[in-house]
Nanobody, 115 residues
């Protein structure tokens, strides 16, 4: 069974940083690309970033470029999202996602950016 468990969210002031983690199990982690998406209050899902199976390529939504960094540690079956220069509009629930015979999500982790 595919399982994704996000962690690392919290309350942070504007301009601050957080690092999210997503621990994966139930599939061969280093065979699959991984993605972070988010959902802000009252809004739809928004793609944040993706990384290839071997970590060689990263892709970002325009508004995250230069502020967010996706990475992975295949030895730990974990994908990360380093978020810097956070803004109030980054407030959302963040999910990691993988497509393994279907789309799989974690439970999400709440990020709140507020002074």
């Amino acid at each position: 069974e595919v399982q994704l468990v996000e962690s690392g969210g919290g309350l942070v002031q504007p301009g601050g940083s957080l690092r999210l983690s997503c621990a994966a199990s139930g599939f061969v982690f280093d065979d699959y690309g991984m993605t972070w998406v988010r959902q802000a209050p009252g809004k739809g899902l928004e793609w944040v970033a993706s990384i290839t199976f071997n970590g060689n390529r990263e892709y970002y939504a325009e508004s995250m470029k230069g502020r967010f960094t996706i990475s992975r540690d295949n030895a730990k079956n974990t994908v990360y999202l380093q978020m810097n220069s956070l803004k109030p509009e980054d407030t959302a629930v963040y999910y990691c996602v993988v497509t393994v015979t279907g789309l799989h999500w974690g439970q999400g982790t709440q990020v709140t950016v507020s002074s």
